[in-house]
């Protein structure tokens, strides 16, 4: 059974501060990791995606992978309280397999307080 | 029209009508899904198509059937759906070739479905 694993919080942030959400999963032949964005009552929206260890960074966005530990972090710099959304992590198992699906998580839902 | 679209937004529908969703993507790629997201739970993968051949059926009930006519059009057929089917339901699509990691998946704005 394939897990990914989201603290569902709330995690609440003051306008400014960084916002860190945090992701495990349990395949350890993953290899491919997303962070989605999802306001209330729309769709997700991809905003990050990483492949190899270490970070990768898209403006305020750092995306984080540890591949040893089966973690992946989202980081969030100088957060705005249009960032207050759920957060889902998806991830994709090994593609030994040639399914390439994604399996997500909860989701973590952030506020960012003016 | 960019990206996915979905129609209808939003549908009510009793236990004994038939509906169908309908998704269509403009971004030229080959592989669409289906997914189901219910309050309090993971994103629920439900069909996948991969040059309109569907490659997965994740154990989903037989009062839903899905239709892939071309790479760009994804139905969803209902029938005799139950009160807890009410969920939002998703579309997507990728650029999905063999082995390929690269599995960024695009979602449509999704319908909100209510049985009654």
């Known amino acids: 059974q394939k897990e990914v694993e989201q603290n569902s919080g709330p995690l609440s942030v003051p306008e400014g501060a960084i916002a860190s959400l945090n992701c495990t999963y349990s395949?350890?032949?993953?290899?491919?990791f997303f962070w989605y964005r999802q306001y209330s009552g729309k769709s997700p929206e991809l905003i990050m995606s990483?492949?190899?260890?270490g970070d990768k960074e898209d403006g305020r966005f750092t995306a984080q992978l540890n591949k040893a530990s089966q973690y992946v972090s989202l980081l969030i710099r100088d957060s705005q309280p249009s960032d207050s959304a759920t957060y889902l992590c998806?991830?994709?198992?090994?593609?030994?397999?040639?399914?390439?699906?994604?399996?997500f998580g909860t989701g973590t839902r952030l506020t960012v307080i003016p | 029209e960019t990206g996915v679209t979905q129609t209808p937004r939003h549908l009510v529908m009793g236990m004994t009508n038939k509906k169908s969703l309908k998704c269509e993507q403009h971004?030229?790629?080959?592989?669409m899904y289906w997914y189901k997201q219910s309050a309090k739970k993971p994103l629920e993968l439900m069909f996948v198509?991969?040059?309109?051949?569907?490659?997965e059926n994740n154990s989903v009930p037989s009062r839903f059937s899905p239709e892939c006519p071309n790479s760009s059009h994804l139905f969803l057929h209902l029938h005799t759906l139950q009160p807890e089917d009410s969920a939002l339901y998703l579309c997507?699509?990728?650029?999905?070739?063999?082995?390929?990691?690269?599995?960024?998946?695009?979602f449509g704005p999704g319908t909100r479905l209510t049985v009654l």
């Open positions: 198509y991969n040059f309109k051949e569907q490659t």
């Open positions: 990483i492949y190899s260890n």
């Open positions: 997507a699509s990728s650029s999905r070739l063999a082995r390929e990691k690269y599995n960024e998946q695009f």
């Open positions: 971004l030229g790629h080959n592989a």
């Open positions: 998806a991830v994709i198992e090994g593609i030994q397999t040639g399914a390439n699906n994604l399996f």
């Open positions: 395949d350890r032949g993953s290899q491919s």
